[in-house]
């Protein structure tokens, strides 16, 4: 039979498996053309490519610049400690310190260690050679720098500041360091208004309550605005070791909220005896409600605990003052808040 004689069919097959050919062999020949070049051996790396020389003037800058940020970090706690929790300064210190941080590692990674490149070969993992090699070019690191032990001694200066001020906060929690332990109030401190005059116990009207600041003390400084409040004898009902505390019925609280710390500023108080409540302090936040005839007592809401009251006495010239500092910490709780003063 002739080609001329084959069938349609027959003519169509052979067409089809030329085609099916053409792809394979096409397949192939793309196949090598990506195939990934072979890994680069150590041989292979230009020893001159492989470390940078050392560069004692840029290893000084990255001494420096972890230096600096050690300070900055070191400030952290000096702030926090010294400082009536000044967030702007302490956002400062812990913001330089961070960046001067980042910026030590950009330079000392870019032209202190020494920059190689590689083509991976992807292998078995944890092959024995490989890891080898791995541990090798960690070693390698270190070669081609003069001034090691500026490095690691600033880096470690460096590395205490920054933990040091991370971990400065916790000592909040404890009993006796940090701000949040210290009033401006003390036995003998005046009570004055915005302007700054003393308060007389008779500008103290009962159904109102007022906000008092600390005679010549800073008015921003923790704890400084306390409420102040005159009730009927009717209302009060003082524990038995604060009865002098509240002088012609006039009782004085802090204003920070104990639940989260936000300023206390709603005074309930009964018009229509028949149908009202005693006297309250709201928080506005979350509603914790305290009631000032009973110490602070906490009646609703959130708060853990009662309202820290101020002491009062009333000196020679009608003025009110304290007669003592806050029976305990102010501010939100925390798990060692009550002082044995109360
Ligand atoms: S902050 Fe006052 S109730 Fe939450």
Known sequence: MSPDDQSPVTRGAKFLGVLVALRAAARAVGRRGHEPPPPARESDIDPSQRTLPANPRTETLVGVLLLVAAVFAFAFT????????????????????????????????????????????RGQLLDEEQTEEVVEMIAEGGQGISRRALLVGAGGVAGVAVVTAAATPLASLGPTLGPLHRTPWAAGVGLVDDQGRLYLASDIH?????????????????????????????????????????????????????????????????????????????????????????????????????????????????????????????????????????
């Open 78 to 121: 000096v702030i926090y400690i010294v400082s009536s929790g000044d967030t702007q300064l302490l956002g400062i210190a812990m913001g330089g310190a961070l960046c001067l941080l980042a910026v030590a590692c950009i330079v000392a990674g870019k032209f202190v260690v020494p920059q190689e490149t590689h083509v991976e070969e």
């Open 206 to 342: 009962i159904g109102t309550f007022y906000t008092a600041l600390p005679e010549d003390k800073d008015p921003e400084s923790f704890g400084a605005g306390i409420l102040v409040v005159r009730l009927p004898a009717d209302f009060i009902a003082l524990p038995a070791a604060r009865r002098d505390w509240a002088p012609n019925g006039i009782l004085a609280y802090s204003k920070i909220c104990p639940h989260a710390g936000c300023a206390i500023s709603l005074y309930r108080y009964p018009t229509y005896a028949p149908t009202s409540q005693v006297p309250a302090f709201t928080c506005p936040c979350h509603y914790s409600t305290f009631l000032p005839g009973e110490g602070g007592r906490l009646v609703f809401g959130p708060a853990g605990r009662a309202l820290p009251q101020l002491p009062l006495m009333i000196d020679g010239d009608g003025h009110l003052r304290a007669a003592a500092g806050f029976h305990e910490d102010i501010g939100p709780s925390w798990w060692g808040v009550h002082r044995a003063q109360s």
